[in-house]
């Protein structure tokens, strides 16, 4: 992937590259001088299941997003099995089954259009300035620093940012994925899985073309021993079987509580999962960074000058509903509260 060469100076950096960070570049006007880093090149793998809820499709389907997107099957529902409590549910739900590494790109490759796009670039440091924020930045062992007059901060769980600014620390857990290969058929769904001796998060399974994707969260500690006990016990209740094409893990982060939620200071902001957007219940994201992501655009577009206060604003509900779900993350790592919320949902 080519990209243009950095100049010194922007009135908007964005750091990460991801939902968050793509969202914002494609949505905020062609009159600011924007630029989109990211460490990485792209197309790159993202561990993740790849299901898009409705509320990701609402802004997705505006987009027109290419085929290619998409993962097999299509669409897809839930089925929750609370293995503590011997509960098992379907829900219709028509979930959007995607390729993880193809949506990102896609996403990419729109936001290209309206910034200057600079991979595999690293930002080591950061300096406030009266008028400017200078960035310190390393590419193909060359070093640089970047002025900016606002900083968009969309560097995910582990953002180096929000602690080494603002000192937020937020509980993270290991997500840890394998794929592996479809030896036995499963039904097309996608399996939220409760099991509080593996964790009090929850583990997933469902169908991706040719393979399966089994998952799960952990606390840190002990990860191998949680993913045997894991497989299993899908292999017991589901009778799982085939073999491991790949392993791969990344950091998520579980919120819990509101003051986990910083959406920004001054003249740096944050969205997606390093503003703590995300579902304490599920660990889904990728709906909190679309949707902060177009929210912060809109505050540039709106008012510029003060864009941090109408950001705040435009963001009120969905801090409101992060919080929803630290209450539901709450509800679910207990095998007695969850009970009950399933008994709910049957009656």
């Known amino acids: 992937m080519k990209s243009k060469l950095i100049s010194d ?8 590259a991801g939902p968050a960070g793509c969202m914002f570049s494609e949505r905020v006007s062609k009159d600011f001088n924007v630029v989109l880093l990211d460490k990485l090149n792209f197309p790159r793998e993202k561990p993740c299941g790849g299901m898009l809820v409705e509320e990701s499709q609402e802004i997705v389907k505006k987009l027109n997003p290419p085929d290619m997107v998409f993962s097999s099957p299509k669409f897809i529902d839930v089925r929750y099995m609370d293995i503590d409590n011997n509960i098992d549910i379907k829900e219709s739900r028509g979930l959007w089954n995607i390729s993880r590494k193809n949506f990102d790109y896609w996403l990419l490759e729109m936001a290209k259009e309206k ?32 002025k900016c007059k606002y ?16 000192n937020i620390d937020i509980k993270y ?49 002990n990860i ?17 079987s085939g073999n491991e094409i790949r392993l791969e893990s990344t950091l998520i982060l579980r919120p819990s509580s509101s003051n986990n939620i910083f959406l920004g200071k001054n003249n740096i902001f944050f969205i997606g999962e390093s503003a703590g957007l995300i579902s304490s219940s599920t660990g889904e994201g990728i709906s909190f ?18 864009a941090i206060e109408k950001y705040k604003k435009l963001c009120q509900p969905l801090v409101e509903e992060a919080i929803k779900k630290i209450d539901k993350g709450k509800i679910f790592s207990s095998p007695q509260q969850r009970k009950l919320f399933f008994d709910r949902k049957m009656s």
């Open 9 to 16: 100076g922007y009135d908007i950096a964005v750091i990460g």
């Open 115 to 146: 910034v200057t796009f600079s991979p595999e670039t690293s930002l080591l440091d950061i300096k406030e300035e009266a008028d400017h924020i200078k960035l310190f930045l390393e590419r193909n062992g060359q070093r640089s620093i970047v």
């Open 289 to 306: 960074a679309l949707r902060s992501g177009e929210a912060c655009a809109k505050a540039f577009n709106i008012y510029y000058e003060n």
């Open 224 to 240: 191998q021993g949680k993913m045997e006990m894991l497989e299993k016990m899908v292999k017991d209740t589901l009778g799982l």
């Open 151 to 166: 900083l968009v901060c969309a560097d995910g769980a582990f953002s180096l940012l929000r602690r080494k600014l603002f």
């Open 173 to 221: 857990y290991t997500a840890i994925q394998k794929w592996i290969s479809m030896e036995t058929d499963i039904e097309d769904v996608c399996y939220f899985m409760y099991n509080n001796e593996i964790t009090d998060f929850y583990s997933w399974l469902l169908p991706k073309k040719d393979y399966i994707l089994l998952g799960t969260a952990l606390e840190p500690g």
